[in-house]
């Protein structure tokens, strides 16, 4: 049964007028136009990021421009609870937190311990006070109909346990804020990015919202609004790379990660796909020689976690050898790496069974199609890309 659109309010609480309400529609209609015409004009120029690009005006009403762009939900049959089946064997309920250790940030070694049970994409932060701050996606109540969502622990023994403290978005405007990324700004306040998602998903080539929201303690934000939006947008993991904040974001319409720009952390601009293969990647790593190193999760052959190199912050070069080895019946994804005060690091990640058929890789369901029930196909009916989390080609 189609669902019955959301009535829409201004700000104060009043009513929009009938008319109001059409003019919203045909805005809607005609974004959703210029969206699909610039994805097709991007999937036939687009180069591999090497320079920055000047950005576009801003308030143009095209995704990123900085204008107040209100998504339409979709509607779509819902499956979730006691007695799915085929889909939530692989959704983020059967999802672990983990870690591994390194005394260089080049060779880890698995600490074969579970940090948070029933959790996915992970980020990690080194607070002021020496705490570690985990991000991640709570699926802990997905056998109970409760929504999947974000959430965050603490550790104070250097990521050996972790403590969840209480999380909660003021103002957050959808059912679920997914795939958190966390960033310190120099006055101490934490910014979080998340991909904001109803209860309906929305659809792969619909225009998904990732909105940002602030906090002095880690736990209670403040939603901020919409930083970019883009069809298909998945997992953002942001980073200030000396000149410019980038958003590294995985785009399921375009079956790529993306790279969009902001100078002030907030309002992001599409800038063009990051280029670097088939690998699911995460907010590169400042390093002590002012040189930057970018952990990575291959989706296709042996699905370890590898590394890229950057003197610059846009140019990306693969380094030798393997990060961490993915286990033969589990598929690892996510690595959020921090550095301990005494020099060492910690890499936490996410681990889950794999789905192995005759003569097809690993693959991964998609969190939003998991919920659905559905299976996410490409073409020719082969594994397609996945959602939050899980960008699989």
């Known amino acids: 049964m189609p669902m019955k659109e959301p009535e829409v309010r201004r700000r104060s609480g009043s009513h929009l007028t009938a ?32 320079v920055p690009m000047i950005p576009p005006p801003q308030g ?23 007695g799915m089946t085929g889909p939530m064997a692989q959704g983020p309920y059967l999802h672990n937190v983990t870690s591994a250790s390194s005394t260089d940030g080049l060779f880890f070694t698995a600490d074969d311990v579970i940090l948070i049970s029933h959790g996915s994409v992970p980020y990690s932060i080194l607070a002021p006070d020496g705490r570690i701050l985990l991000y991640y996606v709570d699926a802990t109540g997905l056998m109970q109909n409760t929504l999947e969502t974000t959430a965050v622990a603490a550790s104070d023994d250097e990521g050996k346990t972790f403590k969840p403290l209480d999380l909660v978005i003021l103002g957050k405007p959808t059912d679920k804020a997914l795939d958190p990324a966390i960033v310190s700004l120099p006055d101490g306040t934490l910014r979080l990015y998340y991909y ?82 088939e690998v699911g990647t995460t907010a590169p790593v400042p390093l002590d020689d002012g040189s930057f190193r970018l952990f990575a999760f291959e989706q296709t052959g042996k699905g370890n976690i590898i590394s890229f190199r950057s003197e610059d912050g846009y140019t990306w070069k693969k380094e030798e050898g393997v990060r961490l080895k993915k286990p033969d019946t589990t598929m690892i994804a996510d690595p959020s790496v921090v550095q301990l005060p005494d020099g060492t690091w910690k890499l936490f990640y996410k681990t889950s069974p794999l789905m192995e058929g005759p003569g097809q890789p690993p693959m991964q369901m998609s969190q939003d199609r998991m919920m659905q029930g559905q299976n996410l196909q490409g073409p020719a009916g082969q594994p397609g890309m996945s959602g939050p989390g899980e960008r699989l080609p």
């Open 196 to 277: 904001a998602s109803d209860r309906q998903p929305a659809g792969e080539k619909s225009v998904h919202e990732i909105r940002t929201a602030v906090s002095q303690d880690g736990e209670t934000f403040t939603d901020e609004g919409i930083a970019f939006f883009w069809p298909g947008l998945v997992d953002p993991d942001v980073w200030w790379n000396g000149t410019i904040w980038q958003m590294y974001v995985y785009s399921i319409a375009q079956r790529e990660t993306i790279v969009a720009v902001s100078d002030d952390g907030v309002h992001f601009t599409y800038q063009g796909p990051l280029g670097i293969g």
């Open 19 to 50: 008319q109001e309400v059409d003019m919203k529609r045909v805005y809607r209609t005609v974004t959703t136009i210029l969206v699909a015409i610039l994805m097709i004009t991007t999937a036939t120029t687009a180069q591999p990021l090497s």
């Open 60 to 82: 143009t009403g095209l995704p990123g421009s900085g204008m107040n762009y209100q998504a339409t939900p979709e509607t779509s049959p819902m499956s979730r609870g006691p």
